[in-house]
T-cell receptor
Framework: KAGVTQTPRYLIKTRGQQVTLSCSPISGHRSVSWYQQTPGQGLQFLFEYFSETQRNKGNFPGRFSGRQFSNSRSEMNVSTLELGDSALYLC?????????????FGPGTRLTVL | SQELEQSPQSLIVQEGKNLTINCTSSKTLYGLYWYKQKYGEGLIFLMMLQKGGEEKSHEKITAKLDEKKQQSSLHITASQPSHAGIYLCGADDTGNQFYFGTGTSLTVIP
């Protein structure tokens, strides 16, 4: 079975721009969660999507949004980028809601905001 | 919200030595996960513990969840360079939001 894939792997943007990151979960998995990892804040939960619905959301501003498609693929969007948005963005998939099962993580997208 | 504090923050050991990483929660744990991350990469699932007193082992790694379900430990026996990385504990709180611990960076010197 193919693992979780994320595209692109690396991205460089400038302040004020917007960015869209993509995540393809493991086949059959219905939950996709997104995390932001920075040296200062560690790994923080952004949101979880399950069956095309946002189920949970972490403490991030509205500039961070996402969606999930009928094939469970998910996209995350960040608008009006700030320098502090530079981070490794990880997505994880699981068969059911996070917390019910282990999560399988993708390799991450490294976003640099200049 | 749930907080997970890991100790130590970093660890440097000689190959062959044993080591223990702790994860302490501010609330009762209903499910505790251990993951390993190679620097700048995704996380690899190690183990999940759900019952107080539960202990699981995989190869040279053993994890335990204490009876009161507020602390977990990860023990590595006879460490190898392949064990190097960042170890993260994670838990789901009653609000169904997943939290990760502060992380422990492990370096194994050959």
């Amino acid at each position: 079975k193919a693992g979780v894939t994320q595209t692109p792997r690396y991205l460089i943007k400038t302040r004020g721009q917007q960015v869209t990151l993509s995540c393809s979960p493991i086949s059959g998995h219905r939950s996709v969660s997104w995390y932001q990892q920075t040296p200062g804040q560690g790994l923080q939960f952004l949101f979880e999507y399950f069956s095309e619905t946002q189920r949970n959301k972490g403490n991030f501003p509205g500039r961070f949004s996402g969606r999930q498609f009928s094939n469970s693929r998910s996209e995350m969007n960040v608008s009006t980028l700030e320098l502090g948005d530079s981070a490794l963005y990880l997505c994880a998939s699981s068969p059911n809601l996070q917390g019910d099962n282990e999560q399988f993580f993708g390799p991450g997208t490294r976003l640099t905001v200049l | 919200s749930q907080e997970l504090e890991q100790s130590p923050q970093s660890l440097i050991v000689q190959e062959g030595k044993n080591l223990t990483i702790n994860c302490t929660s501010s609330k009762t744990l209903y499910g505790l996960y251990w993951y390993k991350q190679k620097y700048g990469e995704g996380l690899i699932f190690l183990m999940m513990l759900q019952k107080g007193g539960e202990e699981k082992s995989h190869e040279k790694i053993t994890a335990k969840l204490d009876e009161k379900k507020q602390q977990s430990s990860l023990h590595i026996t006879a460490s190898q360079p392949s064990h190097a990385g960042i170890y993260l504990c994670g838990a789901d709180d009653t609000g169904n939001q997943f939290y990760f611990g502060t992380g422990t960076s492990l370096t194994v010197i050959p």
